[in-house]
């Protein structure tokens, strides 16, 4: 895992400008976020060694490279997935690269379902903290020292002076936001409404099946991480209607417009 890791970061470096401050993971469509970067190199999953390869609509499949408000970046333009089929490693095998690759900080997104009823579809929700219910965790088997410790500490999953600064940013912007608890589910089904009841009953605002095995990982390599959630429908049993990707989408992109401005100052404090 070290070796192909270090592997995928030196072919990476190759072509960046600057080493990366801030990394960043998008949902999706929260592809839009993509146009706040300045100076933009691309670079496609499909040709960095040992890297996993993005399946789902809505994710381009690239690492976009850049500055935001003069910070250097490093975006995932389309993450990976264990319902595609990836084992928990490879769902989460970039952070390891951002790590290597010099970055500090991370910042997750995710279009998911809302289960509290003060939300509706287009809020923009700050994580507070996650619920695991993937049924397992990116952390298991072996650990390699050289990345992290074999029990890492997940009282502050999310960095709490990222979310003073989130909040901040978007105050004074005039961004509407909400804050609250995100539930990892492993899809790739909707989930029934008897789940989005026992969920609820554990205490999570929303449910997505992504941004939990990111989380855990970079806090286990020592990452400050910032999570930001698009609430693109809310679950079933709340909403009449059936779900839909495509609607998913279309719900995230409307709602990235204020999402790539609040990102846009914010990135340049972090």
């Known amino acids: 895992m070290y070796n192909k890791v270090m592997e995928s970061k030196e072919f990476i470096e190759k072509h960046l400008k600057a080493v990366p401050k801030v990394g960043i993971i998008l949902g999706s469509g929260l592809g839009d976020l993509v146009n706040v970067i300045e100076d933009k190199i691309y670079i496609d999953y499909k040709d960095i060694p040992n890297f996993p390869q993005s399946t789902v609509k809505g994710h381009a499949g690239r690492l976009v490279s850049g500055t935001i408000n003069g910070v250097p970046v490093l975006c995932m333009e389309g993450r990976f997935h264990f319902y595609e089929g990836y084992t928990m490693k490879e769902v989460t095998y970039p952070v390891f690269v951002f790590k290597?690759?010099?970055i500090e900080k991370i910042l997750v997104t995710n279009a998911c379902g809302g289960i509290n009823r003060d939300f509706e579809p287009g809020t923009l929700m700050i994580i507070n903290d996650f619920i695991n219910l993937m049924g397992t965790n990116p952390l298991m088997g072996s650990n390699d020292e050289r990345f992290g410790p074999r029990f890492p500490d997940m009282s502050e999953p999310y960095s709490k002076a990222l979310m003073v600064q989130a909040k901040e940013v978007a105050d004074e912007l005039n961004v509407a936001y909400k804050e609250g608890v995100y539930a990892g589910f492993t899809g790739p089904y909707y989930e029934t409404a008897?789940?989005?009841?026992?969920?609820?009953?554990?205490?999570?605002?929303a449910v997505g099946m992504s941004t939990v095995p990111e989380t855990i990982i970079a806090n286990y390599l020592g990452l400050e991480v910032l999570g930001i959630s698009c609430i693109t429908n809310m679950?079933?049993?709340i909403q009449e209607m059936k779900h839909s990707h495509d609607r998913v989408v279309e719900t995230a992109k409307k709602a990235s417009i204020n999402m790539?401005?609040?990102?846009?100052?914010?990135?340049?404090?972090?």
């Open 194 to 205: 008897a789940e989005i009841r026992m969920i609820g009953g554990f205490g999570a605002d």
């Open 235 to 237: 679950a079933t049993g």
């Open 260 to 270: 790539c401005k609040w990102v846009e100052a914010l990135v340049g404090r972090m």
């Open 100 to 102: 290597m690759l010099g």
